[in-house]
């Protein structure tokens, strides 16, 4: 059962990612040079991508692949690429049409992309579940929830699920103050941060000593802060 918290702010987090939709499909398709804050946010979130699907095999040819909270559909594009069929899903209609319109027509065969909650989708379905950056914005509790809940959709004996969370640390809090102070544009509900000994400690209590952290790593620059798991069922 999904918790008020998890449910209110999903609701916020649909309604915010409808609202920038336009602006975050011109920047993609834009020639205009981005910032340099930009620019190396973007270099750093693909770096997290390359993190997580380089603890997967390189061939995922016959593997099935949920992207849940799939944004604009950067990691499905590079799953898809090496041979994955994918099925990404977004809470927001307007950022699944432009992960649709991004999509190369060589790669619209392997890649599938829903509206919805990311925790709704098909039990037992998937070979492997990534959530990047999609559970940063919700309370410690709520994203051990949706771990266990993200693994009943793995069909394999491991249950293997890949997300990130937002490492809290003394830079993370002074980086998200001064990111409240030169933001000109709308901010998304604000990222909540967790330390890693919390969350192995909520993973251990909530989910019964029932999975087990295989690989964490953290990608760190001075406008990103992510910290990237690996999960298996013992």
Not at 19 to 42: K, M
Not at 76 to 82: D, G, P, S, T
Not at 126 to 147: G, M
Not at 192 to 216: A, C, F, G, S, Y
């Amino acid at each position: 059962m999904q918790s008020s918290t998890y449910i209110d702010r999903r609701q916020q987090l649909k309604v915010h990612f409808d609202r920038t939709a336009y602006q975050t499909w011109q920047q993609l398709i834009s020639d205009a040079p981005v910032s340099r804050i930009r620019q190396a946010t973007q270099q750093s979130r693909q770096s997290m991508i390359d993190l997580l699907l380089g603890w997967l095999p390189a061939n995922l040819s016959g593997k099935r692949l949920l992207d849940a909270g799939c944004g604009t559909g950067a990691l499905c594009l590079e799953a898809a690429r090496r041979g994955a069929v994918v099925v990404g899903i977004d809470l927001s209609p307007s950022v699944i049409e432009l992960a649709k319109a991004r999509t190369p027509v060589e790669l619209s065969n392997q890649i599938s992309y829903q509206v919805g909650d990311m925790l709704t989708a098909d039990a037992n379905a998937f070979d492997y579940v990534v959530a990047l950056d999609s559970l940063i914005h919700y309370e410690p509790k709520d994203i051990v929830n949706a771990i266990s809940l993200l693994q009943n959709n793995t069909r394999n004996q491991d249950g293997r699920v890949l997300f990130t969370f937002a490492p809290k640390s003394p830079t993370q809090t002074l980086l998200s103050r001064v990111g409240k102070l030169l933001s000109t544009t709308e901010r998304s509900p604000a990222v909540k941060p967790v330390t890693e000994k919390l969350l192995r400690l909520l993973i251990d209590k909530q989910l019964h000593n029932r999975t087990r952290i295989l690989n964490t790593q953290r990608v760190s620059s001075i406008y990103y802060q992510s910290q990237g798991v690996e999960l298996t069922r013992h």
